[in-house]
């Protein structure tokens, strides 16, 4: 696959098998054509280890019951009683709050990096900063990480309409694990929104980020342009 050799998380949850991304937590159905996982090689729990002998092994072919000895050939025996190995895991997992302020500060320092950024991808153009819109993409982006039933309350809905009848938009919201601040502007820089040559181009930029516990960071980012219609 393209992430190279990986190891992905099995479940067996309500009759199916569910893979699991452990680096994003992404989870895909074993008949997920869109699963990047590309083949299935060897399963392994903490007693044993075994490896996929089937002809097939992506996974929407692989028979994941690795009782089946014409399917799986485990490494040790049934009756094996080796030393015990110590897990390098620790027995308890400690989770602690994340700041609260010390994600504002970096939300805030993600909004005027980027802004600052676009206006310097825009050399010979003016960027100017539509503040109706992006006080509705910050009130959308929340909704967004905790995936509300709607995606927009009648609220919104009722200030986008406003805005369109005004305006061509153009945009996406984009989902990131915090790693950088460069990883963001990266992201941001090859949607290519920031590229319009139109002179009379607003743009509306909004930066959420969702907290969870050991400083896991959820970023979100909105970046849209606004054209004036004719």
Not at 98 to 105: A, E, F, G, P, Y
Not at 136 to 150: H, T
Not at 190 to 210: D, K, N, R, W
Request: proline content about 5%.
């Amino acid at each position: 696959m393209l992430e190279g050799h990986v190891a992905y998380v099995l479940t067996h949850e309500t009759d199916e098998y569910l893979l699991w991304n452990p680096l994003t937590g992404q989870c895909y159905k074993q008949f997920d054509s869109f699963c990047p996982l590309q083949s299935v090689d060897c399963l392994f729990d903490d007693g044993n280890v075994w490896f996929n002998i089937q002809q097939n092994n992506t996974p929407m072919a692989v028979y994941f019951d690795y009782s089946k000895e014409s399917f799986w050939k485990q490494l040790f025996p049934r009756n094996f009683q080796g030393a015990q190995t110590q897990s390098i895991q620790p027995e308890e997992i400690i989770y602690s709050d994340t700041n609260k302020s010390m994600v504002d500060d970096l939300k805030n320092r993600i909004e005027r990096t980027l802004k600052c950024k676009i206006m310097e991808w825009r050399p010979k153009q003016p960027t100017r900063w539509n503040r109706q819109c992006t006080c509705i993409l910050r009130q959308i982006l929340p909704q967004l990480e905790l995936d509300a039933g709607s995606f927009v309350s009648s609220e919104e809905e009722s200030e986008f309409e406003r805005l369109l009848q005004f305006y061509w938009i153009a945009g996406f919201a984009m989902q990131m694990p915090y790693t950088d601040v460069q990883s963001v502007i990266d992201a941001v820089y090859q949607t290519g929104i920031h590229a319009s040559e139109f002179p009379q181009t607003e743009f509306s930029l909004a930066v959420y980020i969702h907290p969870y516990p050991n400083n896991v960071l959820s970023v979100w980012v909105y970046l849209a342009s606004l054209t004036r219609k004719q």
